[in-house]
């Protein structure tokens, strides 16, 4: 047998039956071991193989299995002689048919290459010969067709006497090589010729091929089970796959160290393919990862491996094996990753490929560890571990089915965001609304108008805005107190203090903060305003209140506040400056920084990051001068920016400066939710158009589809088209014509619109307005169909000029019943009234001869009942 090619083969539709050939034709069962028979070998760790019965047909060159589900095991063998015999193992249910030791023979003698059984109809057999100058190379056998041994002869079947043909012929003068059945489409052959090319042939057409492409590559061909468009087959050391929806040229190319004898795809396994090399005592594999077809520029990434059948673990190349070179392989048709292979001495191995076990996470954040196709383990997103995971989806999903971002109250928005960034941007969001609204603002083209905006900052100027007038500001209620504090106003800066939250009644909104429980910076806004006494009453307040976490802190801040001396050598002063550091509220500290401070330097004030922006700003549009406001809110606009501060929003409103801040926010946090409703909401028309808002709109549009929350996302669709200019959408059906292609509604659009439009011109064109050829007749009254529809007129019987709203009733050119109506499977119609008509009485289309039930090919028609108007 070492002279010999040894095969091996699974068989299709018995899951425990295998054959090998070379010199003789042996057919195996495969049991358990704890089951196998004396007789049977050993050929995996659980299982044994047992020699149920042997064939000793000479010259065989290539075998294929019948592949439908019989109790019995038919074999086409293909023989160096040209011939195809149909052979089984002894008495079969195929003997009473006649197909046991029935021959297929070729006109004239030559070698078989390649035999293959249609894997759906199971009449047909197709064979690849040798080259023959006057013959075809390709021939396909229809088995209900050739004749039948005497006694068996069928009602169809030629006399017994005259030589089965081939039903059809392909490849004239050319050399088969390989063909392979396609499974999705049973007339398909894919085939292998001359050397130079891979043709596709429909035998229903057999005349021409369907595709083709030039290459060498016309060995082994392999159709993909798992998907018909893609095939491997092979040339000397390279193997190519291809995809028959872009058959130009391959779509993966690999490379090998020896001379391919084999490829074969997994059946059970997506895109893995098998291969081997001649010599070799291991089988390559290559997991195969697909792209989009048409895209030239990515080839597929693959993983690749090398399994020894029967050695524990995986090489990267053909080690030396006891067990000789492999000479074949042969997935099994239904377990998983399950092949057997054959080694030159004839030893079998019955192997599993070791699946990778990979870790996966769902949209719907379930976590599953997966072996293949089982799945070993399953974290649902209830699992109590969620709980432990700060986990930014699953806050979005909860936030998404509550209604987040959909209130018509920006402020409650904020409410069921659960974070105090978005909850202070929502509820400043609806402030700079309620500005703009009451007219207290400048609305600047936005809704939401920021401070640089409000203070009318341009570009490379040195000033905001107008000049800012400047006053000394007495301490109020303080008559020992000799300085004063310089303070700026404008009413730009007014409007800038209003967005900040700061309202014009300073005494109303101190007392919503304390209201509130904000004591430490109410006192700190009341100090900022020159009010030191009203906020030692409100730290005393604080104090007395009972929620207040350390009430002694401030009675101490109190008394040491109520001390204040504006001489700068006096001992409050130095031990005020000395303690500040150590205070742990930041409105505390920055107040007595402020009163601390020499020379107006404010800046231990303004860069303290614990107190909020809106404060900070509101202090600098209160102290610093116009030139030092202005290098202080770029400054502080472009850090927030780098740091994704949401608090710079109240700087840049919503303008096309606050995308790069929203941008650096959601690389961030992730959270594609809330900048995708702050720019659904605040955003004005022209900023939604740019390519980035784009971007997180529909990146939030997907992650909902993904979750299947369809009502959330037409919410949010909702609330997005409230923002966007109502744009009209183009027509999208219209009829034309069938000589010139052009449209025969367009030209009916413009009639009716001129400057003395007053006469209802019902038009009734019976040829084409652009080629003058005659549009088609109706079927019913063999008139011209002369009447467009889908166009804007004046109504007929009108006499005066009006305006027609689209989408009413009296925008059309023509009624229904004049429409346009034809089958789309015959290609006739004709008036919609008149074929309604005919329909509600015949079955058949009106035209003669034509035997189309039009009417019931509409299945919106079997359940509607369309008016005729």
């Not at 492409?213 to 390279?238: C, I, M, W």
């Not at 997966?370 to 383990?377: D, E, M, N, S, V």
């Amino acid at each position: 047998m070492s002279g010999v090619r040894l095969e091996v083969l699974w068989s299709p539709v018995h899951p425990d039956k295998f054959v090998t050939w070379g010199t003789d034709i042996n057919l195996y069962e495969v049991k358990p071991l704890k089951d196998a028979p004396q007789s049977s070998f050993k050929i995996s760790e659980t299982t044994a193989a047992h020699l149920l019965a042997s064939n000793s047909t000479p010259y065989v060159k290539c075998v294929d299995i019948y592949p439908h589900n019989e109790t019995d095991m038919l074999l086409a063998l293909g023989q160096t002689n040209g011939k195809v015999v149909l052979t089984t193992f002894g008495s079969t249910v195929f003997d009473c048919v006649g197909l046991a030791g029935k021959e297929l023979v070729p006109r004239h003698g030559r070698q078989c290459n390649t035999v293959a059984w249609n894997p759906s109809e199971s009449n047909l057999i197709a064979a690849g010969l040798e080259k023959h100058r006057t013959d075809h190379s390709v021939l396909l056998w229809d088995l209900q067709r050739c004749p039948h041994p005497s006694g068996h002869a069928s009602h169809h079947a030629p006399p017994p006497s005259e030589p089965a043909r081939p039903s059809a012929e392909l490849g004239l003068s050319e050399t088969a090589h390989s063909l392979a059945w396609l499974r999705g489409q049973s007339r398909c052959l894919m085939v292998g010729l001359n050397n130079k090319h891979l043709k596709l042939f429909d035998f229903r057409d057999p005349g021409r091929a369907v595709s083709s492409t030039a290459t060498k590559a016309v060995y082994g061909l392999a159709v993909d089970p798992q998907a018909d468009h893609r095939l491997a087959s092979f040339v000397e050391n390279q193997i190519f796959v291809w995809d028959t929806r872009n058959f130009e040229k391959p779509v993966l190319f690999l490379s090998q160290t020896k001379p391919v004898s084999k490829v074969s795809w997994c059946p059970t396994r997506n895109n893995l393919l098998g291969t081997l090399q001649r010599d070799s005592t291991c089988i390559g594999l290559y997991d195969i990862q697909p792209t989009m077809v048409g895209n030239d520029e990515v080839e597929p990434s693959f993983l690749e491996r090398a399994v020894l059948p029967g050695v524990t673990g995986v090489v990267g190349g053909g080690q030396a094996s006891a067990a000789g070179a492999i000479t074949s392989f042969s997935w099994h048709p239904t377990h998983e990753n399950r092949l057997i292979n054959i080694n030159l001495s004839g030893h079998l191995t019955d192997y599993t490929v070791f699946e990778r076990i990979t870790l996966n996470w769902s949209p719907s954040n379930h976590i599953v560890w997966t072996h293949g196709w089982r799945a070993l383990k399953t974290v649902c997103d209830k699992d109590p571990i969620y709980g432990t995971i700060d986990n930014e989806a699953m806050l979005i999903k909860k936030r998404a089915l509550s209604g987040y971002g959909l209130s018509t109250n920006l402020e409650e928005n904020g409410d069921l965001a659960e974070n105090k960034d978005l909850k202070r941007l929502w509820r400043w969001l609806q402030l700079s609304s309620t500005l703009v609204e009451d007219g207290l603002v400048p609305n600047n083209n936005t809704g939401h108008p920021g401070v640089r905006s409000v203070l009318k900052k341009p570009e490379g100027s040195q000033a905001t805005g107008s000049d800012s007038s400047n006053a000394h500001g007495p301490w109020a209620e303080m008559n020992s107190c000799h300085i004063s504090a310089r303070v700026y106003r404008s009413e730009e800066r007014e409007h800038a203090l209003q967005l900040c939250g700061w309202s014009l009644d300073r005494d109303q909104f101190l007392l919503q903060l304390e209201s509130a429980g904000y004591y430490s910076r109410a006192a700190a806004i009341a100090v900022f305003n020159l009010r030191l006494p009203q906020a030692v009453n409100i730290l005393r307040k604080g104090a007395e209140h009972p929620r207040t976490t350390s009430p002694a802190n401030l009675n101490i801040v109190a008394v040491a506040l109520s001390g204040f001396s504006d001489d700068k050598t006096s001992m409050w002063r130095q031990q005020t400056i000395a303690a500040k550091q150590y205070l742990t509220d930041p409105y505390l500290r920055i107040m007595f920084s402020f009163l601390t401070a020499e020379n107006e330097n404010y800046e231990e004030v303004l860069e303290e990051k614990e107190v909020t922006v809106e404060d900070r700003v509101a202090f600098a549009c209160c102290f610093l001068s116009d030139l030092k406001l202005s290098e202080y809110l770029r400054s502080l606009t472009s850090k927030l920016t780098e740091e994704g501060d949401l608090g710079g929003i109240l700087l840049t409103g919503t303008t096309s400066e606050c995308i790069p801040l929203l941008q650096r926010f959601l690389d961030r946090s992730g959270d594609i939710q809330s900048i995708s409703f702050i720019a659904a909401r605040a955003f004005p028309p022209q900023l939604l158009k740019e390519d980035v808002v784009q971007e997180w709109i529909s990146n939030y549009r997907n992650l909902l589809d993904s979750w299947k929350l369809w009502t959330q996302r037409a919410h949010f669709d909702i609330a997005l088209s409230a923002r966007t200019e109502s744009e009209k959408p183009p027509q999208q059906v219209f009829v034309s014509c069938n000589f010139c292609a052009k449209s025969v509604s367009a030209f009916m659009q413009g009639r009716g619109r001129g400057l003395f439009a007053r006469v209802p011109n019902k038009s009734k064109i019976t040829s084409c307005p652009n080629c003058r050829k005659p549009l088609p007749r109706c079927s019913i009254c063999l008139l011209n169909m002369g009447s467009a529809s889908g166009a804007y007129s004046v109504r007929a019987g009108s006499t005066t000029n009006r305006t027609i709203e689209p989408g009413s009733n009296s925008d059309k050119l023509a009624e229904f019943a004049n429409w346009f109506t034809w089958c789309q499977s015959c290609r006739h119609g004709g008036h919609a009234s008149h074929i309604m008509h005919w329909f509600s009485e015949h079955l058949e289309c009106p035209v003669t001869a034509c035997s189309c039930r039009c009417m019931s090919l509409d299945f919106a028609a079997k359940v509607i009942s369309v008016p005729v108007v």
